[in-house]
């Protein structure tokens, strides 16, 4: 369901769960978030956030300038993307999808980690995306962007990473198919299974009819998996394929 944006003036007063998303695209760390809520049932207010700017309402609101970032009633901001995932499991605990089994938790976690987390996957292919925005002279404030989100990585290792955790992710899809699962952790949906979903959207666009995403979104995508010099496993894309069809409402919007 297509939702209507309110700036971050009209939202600090309100009650409730309030999200910000970058507009436009479909960023993964919010098209997540959304997923979470959505698959829940969680009601929310998105907020916008300008990616590149100074956001300096955002910011004065919440202490960051990024997104995504909830804020529900009066509680504290949460923008690191674990914050958000256990907001929404306290909001609404079914469907679970963070494990309760301790191990098949930290497996899920972990794995989030290298799909979400610093000189992870996400990470590795947006240093990989400014390089192809920096090249192609898209107009974007890179250098903000690199001043932000950098590791201080080389661009080989952003390489490097991103193919070592889809082929990680490959390795693990296999193991779970052979033992009668088609989910990553355990025998159903995980935050895990939605993490890589939204972040496949980075190198293998999604069809439009599901996410319509601009034109020169797909068309970095691409530029990075040519720079990572290698495809996306074919058993990740059929994964991620079930996993939409299954569990997320579309189209995807932003």
Not at 143 to 154: C, E, I, N, Q
Not at 182 to 188: H, I, Q, R
Not at 213 to 221: A, C, K, L, N
Request: charged share 20%; glycine share 6%.
């Amino acid at each position: 369901m297509q939702r209507s944006y309110i700036s971050v003036e009209e939202a600090v007063p309100l009650p409730g769960l309030r999200i910000a998303f970058t507009q436009g695209v479909p960023g993964p760390w919010s098209e997540a978030a959304k997923a979470f809520c959505e698959i829940k049932g969680i009601d929310y207010q998105p907020v916008v956030q300008v990616g590149g700017d100074a956001n300096a309402a955002l910011q004065a609101w919440t202490g960051q300038n990024s997104a995504p970032c909830a804020v529900f009633d009066d509680e504290r901001p949460r923008s690191h993307w674990s914050e958000i995932l256990m907001l929404t499991e306290r909001l609404q605990p079914e469907p679970r999808l963070v494990p309760l089994d301790e191990d098949d938790r930290a497996l899920m976690f972990g794995i989030a980690h290298e799909l979400c987390g610093e000189d992870g996957f996400g990470w590795s292919v947006r240093l990989l995306m400014l390089h192809v925005m920096e090249q192609t002279n898209a107009g974007v404030p890179v250098a903000h962007m690199r001043r932000k989100f950098s590791s201080g990585a080389p661009l080989d290792h952003a390489a490097t990473r991103a193919a070592k955790i889809w082929d990680m992710l490959a390795r693990r899809l296999e193991l779970q198919q052979s033992l009668g699962s088609d989910y990553l952790v355990g025998a159903s949906l995980t935050a895990a299974d939605i993490y890589w979903t939204c972040f496949s959207n980075l190198v293998a666009a999604m069809d439009a009819r599901d996410c319509p995403m601009p034109q020169f979104y797909r068309d970095w995508g691409a530029a990075c998996v040519e720079l990572i010099g290698q495809p996306v496993p074919a058993i990740l894309l059929a994964h991620r394929e079930r996993i939409l069809r299954r569990h997320f409402t579309l189209p995807m919007w932003f």
